[in-house]
């Protein structure tokens, strides 16, 4: 009713409006909300227009596109081993055409999500929770799960699944998963994530499946949205404290930072025994949290071990998923987006009678539930901005019939009173 309402006064002001050159280029926006659909009706020189919000492509229609040369840059960048066989697809080829043995990794995993192979456990530990896949992540999702790691790091934490989890939760849209902070009871412990990445869903590489040694399943969207509680009372915990002493914005971390932190093993020094510390004015030792401080002047540098300790990629090398011939050989016939389920060995979903801190966000009692979130947020929103346009469509509809119809009658018996007094000064 509310629509048809609006697209009647659409008529009329833009015939009305169209009277006065002065209006010719006047836009009325009305917006209607009706479920997650948004409607943008517009009288511009007389004509009405529909436009429906694109739906982002998801991993089975976002086809390859990035150049066969940036492809093989990126291989050499970051350190892909030639027995990981990685592929550069075949043209027109979307992330669920990896043939069989084969997962997608997308280009900005690396590049902008601080990810490296061989992948940490950490990271692998969070996965496997959630019952996530590690193609299924969203590119912008990755950046909060690495940068909370780096920062554990950093402070002489132990990241575990049980700690990101209170600070974050998994989400679904178009057909990715991606990690949400909390916003009820939790202080952040991050800041600025990444809001968009010009298309890295059309750049990506197929790999070994055994290049990611554990199980991870792929999810299907009929099993939903994983949410798993916070079991843990966190709020007078140490770790907690420190962890959110100091809010850090998300951003892309230099390489000799990763190594430092245990992310990354791409750490060829000149002198065998360096390794990577951050520091300030010829002093090293400094704490890696001054990265994030555009205040600090210091910078990463390499120190050197003394002799009689191991090298630093043998100190960290117990931190990360290593291939193995024996997963090569596991895996080698699993076909992406075809788990059969047995990759994982208990169902996430939280227990009934269990204590549950969860925001807002996270009440939704179904995954079309949180897709239609923020349509049923907006209702009443848009219910009442839609009153208050046709409020000032009805006033200026007013305006332009009433006052200067007026006021023009007026003005014409003045302009000829004006003339027949020259015609008599004269």
């Not at 006064?9 to 997650?36: E, Y």
């Not at 974050?168 to 949400?180: A, C, D, K, L, P």
Request: glycine share 6%; proline share 7%.
């Amino acid at each position: 009713m509310i629509t048809t309402f609006i697209s009647l006064f659409k008529f009329q002001t833009s015939f009305f409006l169209s009277r006065s050159p002065s209006n010719f280029f006047f836009l009325i926006f009305v917006f209607s909300f009706n479920h997650n659909h948004v409607y943008w009706c517009e009288a511009f020189y007389h004509q009405e227009e529909k436009i429906k919000p694109r739906n982002p492509p998801g991993p089975n229609q976002a086809d390859i596109n990035w150049k066969e040369e940036e492809f093989h840059n990126h291989v050499q960048n970051f350190g892909f081993h030639s027995d990981w066989g990685v592929q550069f697809p075949m043209p027109k080829s979307t992330a669920l055409d990896a043939p069989p043995g084969y997962v997608t990794l997308y280009a900005d995993f690396f590049r902008e999500g601080n990810f490296r192979l061989p992948m940490t456990k950490f990271t692998g530990e969070v996965l496997t929770n959630y019952g996530l896949h590690i193609s299924q992540i969203n590119a912008l999702g990755l950046p909060r799960l690495t940068h909370f790691e780096f920062i554990c790091r950093a402070n002489r934490v132990e990241p575990t699944f049980e700690k990101f989890n209170v600070f974050y939760f998994v989400t679904y849209i178009g057909g990715f998963y991606s990690f949400n902070s909390r916003t009820s009871r939790v202080d952040p412990c991050s800041r600025d994530p990444p809001n968009s990445l010009h298309d890295w869903k059309h750049k990506f590489v197929y790999i070994h499946r055994g290049v990611i040694p554990i199980d991870i399943h792929y999810r299907a969207e009929s099993e939903g949205v994983p949410r798993v509680n916070v079991l843990i009372p966190f709020t007078e915990q140490d770790w907690y404290t420190t962890l959110t002493r100091k809010v850090t914005p998300i951003i892309q971390l230099e390489e000799r930072a990763l190594v430092a932190a245990r992310m990354s093993m791409l750490w060829a020094p000149q002198n065998p025994r360096g390794f990577p510390v951050y520091g300030y004015r010829g002093k090293a030792g400094y704490s890696l949290m001054n990265i994030f401080d555009p205040k600090a002047c210091g910078a990463m540098v390499v120190a050197v071990l003394p002799e009689g300790r191991p090298l630093w990629v043998e100190q960290i090398r117990d931190n990360f998923l290593h291939p193995t011939s024996e997963s090569m050989a596991t895996y080698a016939n699993t076909v992406l987006g075809e788990d059969d389920g047995d990759d994982i060995d208990a169902d996430p979903a939280p227990a009934q009678g269990e204590p549950i801190i969860l925001s807002s966000e996270e009440s939704a009692d179904s995954y079309q539930d949180l897709i239609h979130r923020s349509a049923r947020a907006c209702h009443n929103e848009g219910l009442f901005r839609n009153l208050l346009l046709m409020m000032l469509i009805l006033l200026l509809w007013i305006y332009r019939l009433g006052l200067l119809n007026r006021l023009r009658p007026g003005r014409r018996r003045k302009r000829i009173r004006l003339r027949r007094r020259r015609l008599r000064n004269r």
